[in-house]
């Protein structure tokens, strides 16, 4: 089995543990099925490929590169160059069409309203990826209001503070 398949797979399983874990009461069962997704995202890495994230959207690869344009769902560069769906957007958009039951093609559009009411609940959120362009930096910031901006700064806040807690030194030069 290829990456992309595993990928396809990994995000509809995590999916299921997400729903799974949304209708638990115990937390300490809740905290064990959070373990499980991340144990079984570690073994995708940080992105999907569109193609395989446009069939699990259930959507072409043309309409999936509009809404990454868009910037609604971020992508992740990969070494090559290639543009690749971040996963954990991706599993917020497949949850959403799934707890929603947006299977009913004659409404039209289940993916736009999806997007809509993740949106009303800021998500998905960008991830800090340290290898965007400046431009598209620009951009994001540019579009992103005081309160995102202020969560991206207690991210990187967290994320310096365990590096330091683990022995990381900072590097001059």
């Not at 995590?14 to 499980?36: F, H, K």
């Not at 073994?43 to 569109?50: A, M, Y």
């Not at 799934?98 to 289940?110: F, K, Y």
Request: proline fraction near 6%; aromatic fraction near 4%; hydrophobic fraction near 40%.
């Amino acid at each position: 089995m290829g990456r992309a398949e595993r990928a396809e797979r990994v995000v509809e399983a995590v999916t299921d543990i997400r729903l799974a874990a949304s209708t638990v009461d115990d937390p300490r069962a809740q905290r064990r099925l959070r373990r499980s997704e991340f144990l079984v995202l570690r073994d995708v890495g940080p992105s999907v490929p569109k193609r395989r994230a446009a069939a699990l959207l259930g959507i072409s690869v043309t309409a999936l590169e509009r809404w990454t344009r868009s910037g609604r769902l971020p992508v992740f560069h990969r070494p090559g160059g290639r543009e690749e769906v971040d996963v954990r957007a991706l599993l917020d958009v497949v949850e959403e069409l799934r707890r929603a039951g947006d299977d009913r093609p004659e409404e039209g559009r289940p993916v736009a309203r999806a997007f809509a009411r993740l949106a009303a609940r800021g998500l998905p959120r960008r991830r800090l990826r340290p290898n965007e362009r400046p431009d598209e930096l620009r951009h994001a910031y540019l579009c992103s209001t005081p309160l995102e901006r202020l969560r991206e700064t207690a991210e990187l806040s967290f994320a310096v503070t365990t590096l330091a807690g683990h022995g990381a030194r900072r590097r001059d030069g």
